[in-house]
C-alpha cells in the first residue's frame, strides 16, 4: 500500500509539472481543471504459463535445489512488479498441475484428496491473490472429475472460451456449432478500482478471455470421449470478444494457451493461434504460453512477420509468453487515458524479466509439507539397472534411454495379447521418444546412473503422464511414421568441408523410434513431410534398409504397434496416427508399465534389470559430410562421446552444451 500511495503521489506530481510548464504565457484566466491532462492509468497485466506443478526451487529430476525455476522465485518478481504500481492483475494460464512430481503426487492421491484438502498448487496460487486462471491442456491429463475438484479450490475465476461439455455421445470431439453448456465461463469482466495520476480510482471494466489447444480431445480422448467438445480459438474470439465489448469491457487481455505461428492459410482447430488472434478486432493484449518459448526474446519467433520479436508485439497488439516452469514472469503495461465514452489503450510496454535467487520463503513454507511426500515417493527403490540409462545421444544412435520406455511396453503388450485383448496373429513393435534431449537447457537430458533405479529416476525417463496404447498398422504406415522421427535432421550435403548443422528445430519428443525393425536415416535426402504431416516430397524416402527379423520389410505385413494415447490421437501429426488406427486403450500410465517391468525384470534376473542394448538403427551421413550439434557437456557425455565412431568435442557454447562434430565414416 505504502508503495502505492508513493507512486501515485509521484505521478501527480510529475503531472502538476506538465501543467505548469503548458501553462505558460496562456490565459492566466483558465481554471486549473480546463488545462488538466485527462485521467490516465498505468495497468500491469502479470502472466504465469506453463509452471507445470514447479512450485519450489527444486530440480526433482537431480534431487536439489535450483533457482532456475519454480514459482516461489517467480513470486519475488510478482511482489516487485506489483510494488511499482498498485493497478495490476496477475493471470496464470494453464498447464499448471501436471509436470513436476510434486504435481504426480497430487494426481496419485486423487480426486478425493483435492476435495478434501484443496490442491496445494492451487493453494499457492491463492496465497498469490491471482485474479484469473486459464485451462491449458495438460489439465485434462488427470480427467474431469480432478479438474472439477481443483478448479473448485481457486479463490479466483476460471475462464475458457473453446471446452464445451458435449450434449452426447454423438457430438464429443470436434463440433463446429454452438455456445451452450461451456465447462467454464468463456470469459469474466473484472473491475478493480484503478488509480489514474491525480490518485483518483476508477473501476475500470478490464475483460478477461482464455483459449486451449482444442486437440485435448485427441490427446486426452480416454478422459474427453463423449464428454466434451471443443471450438476453434479464433472463433471463439470473433464471437465472444464482441459480446465482452457489448458488456463494457473498455480493455480485453486474450489469454491463449496456444503458441505463435504463421500458417499460409489459417487451419480452422490449430493448434498455435496467437498470431490469428491477434487480428480478431477488440483484443487490446495477448497473454499466451504453450510452447514454453519467451516472447519477446526467442529465436523461435524472429522470422515471423508483422511480429516484433523485440518489443514483444504480435500484428501491432502488445503480446508476453514468459518461458515455462515460472523461470520469467508476463508483463504488459497498458496505459489507458480516460475519452467521453470510457477508458482506452493508448500505449503500451512488454518486458519478460527472468528470476533469480530472489523468493517467497512464505510461499515456500506453505508447500513444505507435500514437497517432503513427494520426495519419499519418488525415492522409492523400483529395481537396480546394469547399465546407465542415459539420453546423451539418442538422436545419433541408440540409446538405453528409449529402449528401455520400448521393453516395458513391448513386455506389457505381450501379456496383453496372451490375454487376449490384442490379436493373436500380429507381430508386436514399439515406439518411443527421449523426451529429455536437450531441449530446454544444457543439463536437459536424462542420465540414469548403474546401480538402484527409483520412481524419481522414471520420472526424469517419462516426462509426461502418457498412458499405452497400441495401434495396428501396416509395414508401409510403419514407414510414414518413421519420416516423420526423420523431421529431426536438416538435409545434409554430401562432400562438404565445413561442418554442417545436423538437427532441425523439432521437439525430441516426436523423435520415435520403432524397436523391432532395423532401419538407416538417409540425411542426405530431402524430408518427405512437413511438420503438420503434409506431404511435401512424394518422391523423397530418407528411412532406408528396413528390416524385419533380417528380412526386407513387408509393406502389406500388419503390425502392432506399442505407443502412447498423445501418438496414437494424432500428437505431432504424424499420417496414419489419429486416433483411427487405435485397437487398444490401457488406463496405465506408461511410467506405472515401466516400473512394473523394472520391478518384475529385476525379480527375474537376480537383483538386475537386464537391458540389452540393441542397435536397430543408424544415420547414414553422405560421404564427405561432417555433421555438428549440441550436446550434453557432463564427464557421461564426454564418456559416451568416446565410444561413438567418428565424433568429437569441439567447444563448448555460450548456453553450455558441448559442441560435437560427426563425420561420415569411409565406410558408407
Ligand atoms: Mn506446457
Ligand atoms: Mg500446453
Same mark, same amino acid.
Given at each position: 500500500?505504502?508503495?502505492?500511495?508513493?507512486?501515485?503521489?509521484?505521478?501527480?506530481?510529475?503531472?502538476?509539472?506538465?501543467?505548469?510548464?503548458?501553462?505558460?504565457?496562456?490565459?492566466?484566466?483558465?481554471?486549473?481543471?480546463?488545462?488538466?491532462?485527462?485521467?490516465?492509468?498505468?495497468?500491469?497485466?502479470?502472466?504465469?504459463?506453463?509452471?507445470?506443478?514447479?512450485?519450489?526451487?527444486?530440480?526433482?529430476?537431480?534431487?536439489?535445489?535450483?533457482?532456475?525455476?519454480?514459482?516461489?522465485?517467480?513470486?519475488?518478481?510478482?511482489?516487485?512488479?506489483?510494488?511499482?504500481?498498485?493497478?495490476?492483475?496477475?493471470?496464470?494460464?494453464?498447464?499448471?498441475?501436471?509436470?513436476?512430481?510434486?504435481?504426480?503426487?497430487?494426481?496419485?492421491?486423487?480426486?478425493?484428496?483435492?476435495?478434501?484438502?484443496?490442491?496445494?498448487?492451487?493453494?499457492?496460487?491463492?496465497?498469490?491473490?491471482?485474479?484469473?486462471?486459464?485451462?491449458?491442456?495438460?489439465?485434462?491429463?488427470?480427467?474431469?472429475?480432478?479438474?472439477?475438484?481443483?478448479?473448485?479450490?481457486?479463490?479466483?475465476?476460471?475462464?475458457?472460451?473453446?471446452?464445451?461439455?458435449?450434449?452426447?455421445?454423438?457430438?464429443?470431439?470436434?463440433?463446429?456449432?454452438?455456445?451452450?453448456?461451456?465447462?467454464?465461463?468463456?470469459?469474466?469482466?473484472?473491475?478493480?478500482?484503478?488509480? &489514474?495520476?491525480?490518485?483518483?480510482?476508477?473501476?475500470?471494466?478490464?475483460?478477461?478471455?482464455?483459449?486451449?489447444?482444442?486437440?485435448?480431445?485427441?490427446?486426452?480422448?480416454?478422459?474427453?470421449?463423449?464428454?466434451?467438445?471443443?471450438?476453434?480459438?479464433?472463433?471463439?474470439?470473433?464471437?465472444?470478444?464482441?459480446?465482452?465489448?457489448?458488456?463494457?469491457?473498455?480493455?480485453?487481455?486474450?489469454?491463449?494457451?496456444?503458441?505463435?505461428?504463421?500458417?499460409?492459410?489459417?487451419?480452422?482447430?490449430?493448434?498455435?493461434?496467437?498470431?490469428?488472434?491477434?487480428?480478431?478486432?477488440?483484443?487490446?493484449?495477448?497473454?499466451?504460453?504453450?510452447?514454453?518459448?519467451?516472447?519477446?526474446?526467442?529465436?523461435?519467433?524472429?522470422?515471423?512477420?508483422?511480429?516484433?520479436?523485440?518489443?514483444?508485439?504480435?500484428?501491432?497488439?502488445?503480446?508476453?509468453?514468459?518461458?515455462?516452469?515460472?523461470?520469467?514472469?508476463?508483463?504488459?503495461?497498458?496505459?489507458?487515458?480516460?475519452?467521453?465514452?470510457?477508458?482506452?489503450?493508448?500505449?503500451?510496454?512488454?518486458?519478460?524479466?527472468?528470476?533469480?535467487?530472489?523468493?517467497?520463503?512464505?510461499?515456500?513454507?506453505?508447500?513444505?509439507?507435500?514437497?517432503?511426500?513427494?520426495?519419499?515417493?519418488?525415492?522409492?527403490?523400483?529395481?537396480?539397472?546394469?547399465?546407465?540409462?542415459?539420453?546423451?545421444?539418442?538422436?545419433?544412435?541408440?540409446?538405453?534411454?528409449?529402449?528401455?520406455?520400448?521393453?516395458?511396453?513391448?513386455?506389457?503388450?505381450?501379456?496383453?495379447?496372451?490375454?487376449?485383448?490384442?490379436?493373436?496373429?500380429?507381430?508386436?513393435?514399439?515406439?518411443?521418444?527421449?523426451?529429455?534431449?536437450?531441449?530446454?537447457?544444457?543439463?536437459?537430458?536424462?542420465?540414469?546412473?548403474?546401480?538402484?533405479?527409483?520412481?524419481?529416476?522414471?520420472?526424469?525417463?517419462?516426462?509426461?503422464?502418457?498412458?499405452?496404447?497400441?495401434?495396428?498398422?501396416?509395414?508401409?504406415?510403419?514407414?510414414?511414421?518413421?519420416?516423420?522421427?526423420?523431421?529431426?535432421?536438416?538435409?545434409?550435403?554430401?562432400?562438404?568441408?565445413?561442418?554442417?548443422?545436423?538437427?532441425?528445430?523439432?521437439?525430441?519428443?516426436?523423435?520415435?523410434?520403432?524397436?523391432?525393425?532395423?532401419?538407416?536415416?538417409?540425411?542426405?535426402?530431402?524430408?518427405?513431410?512437413?511438420?503438420?504431416?503434409?506431404?511435401?516430397?512424394?518422391?523423397?524416402?530418407?528411412?532406408?534398409?528396413?528390416?524385419?527379423?533380417?528380412?526386407?520389410?513387408?509393406?502389406?505385413?500388419?503390425?502392432?504397434?506399442?505407443?502412447?494415447?498423445?501418438?496414437?490421437?494424432?500428437?505431432?501429426?504424424?499420417?496414419?496416427?489419429?486416433?483411427?488406427?487405435?485397437?487398444?486403450?490401457?488406463?496405465?500410465?506408461?511410467?506405472?508399465?515401466?516400473?512394473?517391468?523394472?520391478?518384475?525384470?529385476?525379480?527375474?534376473?537376480?537383483?538386475?534389470?537386464?537391458?540389452?542394448?540393441?542397435?536397430?538403427?543408424?544415420?547414414?551421413?553422405?560421404?564427405?559430410?561432417?555433421?555438428?550439434?549440441?550436446?550434453?557437456?557432463?564427464?557421461?557425455?564426454?564418456?559416451?562421446?568416446?565410444?561413438?565412431?567418428?565424433?568429437?568435442?569441439?567447444?563448448? &557454447?555460450?548456453?553450455?552444451?558441448?559442441?560435437?562434430?560427426?563425420?561420415?565414416?569411409?565406410?558408407?
Amino acid at each position: 500500500m505504502n508503495n502505492g500511495k508513493g507512486l501515485s503521489s509521484m505521478l501527480q506530481t510529475a503531472a502538476v509539472m506538465v501543467v505548469l510548464a503548458t501553462s505558460v504565457g496562456i490565459l492566466s484566466a483558465c481554471s486549473p481543471a480546463v488545462n488538466e491532462e485527462p485521467a490516465r492509468i498505468e495497468l500491469r497485466l502479470m502472466e504465469t504459463t506453463d509452471l507445470h506443478a514447479y512450485m519450489l526451487g527444486f530440480d526433482y529430476f537431480r534431487q536439489q535445489p535450483t533457482e532456475a525455476h519454480g514459482l516461489v522465485h517467480t513470486a519475488a518478481l510478482i511482489h516487485a512488479a506489483r510494488a511499482e504500481n498498485p493497478n495490476h492483475y496477475l493471470v496464470d494460464n494453464g498447464d499448471l498441475i501436471q509436470g513436476s512430481a510434486l504435481g504426480d503426487w497430487v494426481a496419485e492421491q486423487g480426486a478425493g484428496y483435492v476435495n478434501e484438502h484443496n490442491h496445494p498448487i492451487m493453494r499457492a496460487l491463492n496465497y498469490l491473490q491471482y485474479d484469473v486462471g486459464n485451462m491449458g491442456n495438460h489439465e485434462f491429463n488427470y480427467g474431469l472429475e480432478f479438474i472439477d475438484a481443483t478448479a473448485a479450490g481457486a479463490n479466483f475465476p476460471y475462464i475458457s472460451a473453446n471446452v464445451l461439455h458435449a450434449e452426447s455421445e454423438d457430438t464429443w470431439g470436434k463440433v463446429s456449432e454452438g455456445w451452450d453448456n461451456p465447462m467454464f465461463p468463456p470469459y469474466v469482466i473484472l473491475e478493480k478500482p484503478l488509480v &489514474d495520476q491525480y490518485g483518483n480510482a476508477h473501476p475500470v471494466k478490464v475483460g478477461f478471455i482464455g483459449f486451449l489447444p482444442p486437440q485435448i480431445v485427441r490427446w486426452d480422448l480416454q478422459h474427453l470421449q463423449g464428454k466434451v467438445r471443443v471450438r476453434d480459438i479464433v472463433a471463439a474470439a470473433e464471437y465472444f470478444v464482441p459480446q465482452m465489448r457489448a458488456e463494457g469491457a473498455e480493455v480485453v487481455v486474450a489469454i491463449p494457451h496456444s503458441g505463435l505461428r504463421n500458417y499460409a492459410s489459417y487451419p480452422e482447430f490449430a493448434e498455435q493461434a496467437s498470431y490469428q488472434l491477434a487480428a480478431v478486432p477488440g483484443i487490446d493484449a495477448i497473454l499466451f504460453g504453450h510452447q514454453h518459448q519467451l516472447f519477446p526474446g526467442s529465436p523461435a519467433y524472429d522470422d515471423l512477420p508483422g511480429v516484433d520479436n523485440e518489443r514483444g508485439y504480435v500484428r501491432g497488439i502488445p503480446a508476453v509468453s514468459p518461458g515455462y516452469w515460472g523461470n520469467h514472469l508476463g508483463i504488459i503495461d497498458l496505459t489507458l487515458e480516460q475519452t467521453r465514452t470510457g477508458w482506452g489503450v493508448v500505449a503500451s510496454a512488454v518486458s519478460v524479466p527472468a528470476i533469480d535467487e530472489r523468493k517467497d520463503e512464505q510461499l515456500e513454507a506453505l508447500l513444505m509439507a507435500e514437497h517432503e511426500e513427494t520426495l519419499a515417493m519418488l525415492n522409492q527403490p523400483l529395481g537396480a539397472v546394469s547399465e546407465r540409462i542415459s539420453s546423451l545421444f539418442a538422436r545419433i544412435q541408440p540409446s538405453t534411454a528409449v529402449q528401455l520406455i520400448n521393453d516395458a511396453q513391448t513386455w506389457y503388450a505381450k501379456a496383453a495379447q496372451e490375454n487376449g485383448d490384442l490379436p493373436a496373429d500380429l507381430p508386436i513393435l514399439s515406439a518411443a521418444a527421449p523426451f529429455r534431449n536437450g531441449s530446454q537447457h544444457a543439463d536437459d537430458y536424462t542420465v540414469i546412473a548403474a546401480g538402484e533405479f527409483t520412481l524419481g529416476n522414471l520420472v526424469d525417463l517419462y516426462v509426461y503422464p502418457n498412458t499405452l496404447q497400441v495401434v495396428e498398422l501396416t509395414g508401409a504406415q510403419i514407414l510414414e511414421w518413421l519420416e516423420m522421427s526423420a523431421l529431426a535432421y536438416r538435409q545434409i550435403a554430401a562432400n562438404q568441408p565445413s561442418a554442417q548443422p545436423l538437427f532441425a528445430r523439432f521437439p525430441s519428443y516426436n523423435f520415435d523410434t520403432i524397436s523391432g525393425l532395423e532401419f538407416a536415416f538417409a540425411v542426405s535426402e530431402p524430408p518427405r513431410y512437413n511438420s503438420n504431416g503434409e506431404l511435401i516430397n512424394a518422391e523423397a524416402r530418407r528411412v532406408v534398409n528396413v528390416r524385419y527379423q533380417g528380412e526386407p520389410l513387408d509393406l502389406a505385413q500388419r503390425f502392432l504397434v506399442v505407443t502412447n494415447n498423445y501418438r496414437a490421437g494424432g500428437g505431432g501429426s504424424f499420417p496414419g496416427l489419429d486416433g483411427s488406427t487405435l485397437v487398444y486403450a490401457s488406463d496405465e500410465e506408461v511410467r506405472k508399465v515401466i516400473a512394473d517391468y523394472a520391478r518384475y525384470n529385476t525379480a527375474q534376473n537376480e537383483g538386475e534389470l537386464a537391458l540389452d542394448l540393441q542397435r536397430n538403427w543408424e544415420i547414414l551421413l553422405p560421404a564427405g559430410a561432417t555433421v555438428e550439434f549440441r550436446g550434453n557437456d557432463s564427464e557421461a557425455g564426454k564418456a559416451e562421446a568416446a565410444l561413438v565412431e567418428g565424433l568429437h568435442r569441439i567447444d563448448q &557454447d555460450a548456453d553450455g552444451y558441448a559442441v560435437y562434430h560427426l563425420k561420415a565414416s569411409e565406410a558408407h
